[in-house]
T-cell receptor, first 113, second 111 residues
Framework: ETGVTQTPRHLVMGMTNKKSLKCEQH?????MYWYKQSAKKPLELMFV???????ENNSVPSRFSPECPNSSHLFLHLHTLQPEDSALYLC????????????FGEGSWLTVV | SQKIEQNSEALNIQEGKTATLTCNYT??????LQWYRQDPGRGPVFLLL?????KEKRKERLKVTFDTTLKQSLFHITASQPADSATYLC??????????FGTGTRLKVLA
């Protein structure tokens, strides 16, 4: 139990589907993140939210749409994805401030067919 | 451009030996550097944080060094065990929320 819960753990979707990834953190943190992890590439920061406000959008295509209704929940809405979007999507949270540890969920494995 | 490089994609060592992993960075001036462990199919788990004014940090069998002149951090696991086999990631904190990760080194400890 990491304190950050992601659902679903595995998702297969077609290129025309719409689906969402969900993340919930039970750590009382202020900041939440989406990262993408592809084979042989470093973790790519996608979005950052601090106190529900988006503070970072790392040039992510609009087919990925984040939503942060409160400090404990974060969603990633997926629409018309491409096969190259298949990856492990990791949600994380941290307390606001420099040097704080970032806590990751177990990830959602996404396959786009 | 800003880069974080970890010395090798994979490292095999014999049980009981010391594993040394390297993290080099360019065009950053981080105040902190962190190391994480990631097991297959799982999210990364925090291990150690070292500040720019600290030369060395230890936790049980783990030791991290941070040389801001060389722009390098070394991560050591002493008396390594097969259970230490995993991918190890270094991360810099560039700004309040930007945790930037290296590609990782996959360590395998052979029994």
């Amino acid at each position: 139990e990491t304190g950050v819960t992601q659902t679903p753990r595995h998702l297969v979707m077609g290129m025309t589907n719409k689906k969402s990834l969900k993340c919930e953190q039970h750590l009382g943190h202020n900041a939440m993140y989406w990262y993408k992890q592809s084979a042989k590439k470093p973790l790519e920061l996608m979005f950052v939210y601090n106190f529900k406000e988006q503070t970072e959008n790392n040039s992510v295509p609009s087919r990925f749409s984040p939503e942060c209704p409160n400090s404990s929940h974060l969603f990633l809405h997926l629409h018309t994805l491409q096969p190259e979007d298949s990856a492990l999507y990791l949600c994380a949270s941290s307390q606001t401030g420099d040097g704080n540890t970032i806590y990751f969920g177990e990830g959602s494995w996404l396959t786009v067919v | 451009s800003q880069k974080i490089e970890q010395n090798s994609e994979a490292l095999n060592i014999q049980e009981g030996k010391t594993a040394t992993l390297t993290c080099n960075y360019t065009n950053y001036s981080p105040a902190y550097l962190q190391w994480y462990r990631q097991d297959p199919g799982r999210g990364p788990v925090f291990l150690l944080l070292i500040r720019e004014n600290e030369k060395e940090k230890r936790k049980e069998r783990l030791k991290v060094t941070f040389d801001t002149t060389l722009k390098q951090s070394l991560f050591h696991i002493t008396a390594s065990q097969p259970a230490d086999s995993a991918t190890y990631l270094c991360a810099l904190i560039s700004g309040t929320y930007k945790y930037i990760f290296g590609t990782g080194t996959r360590l395998k400890v052979l029994a």
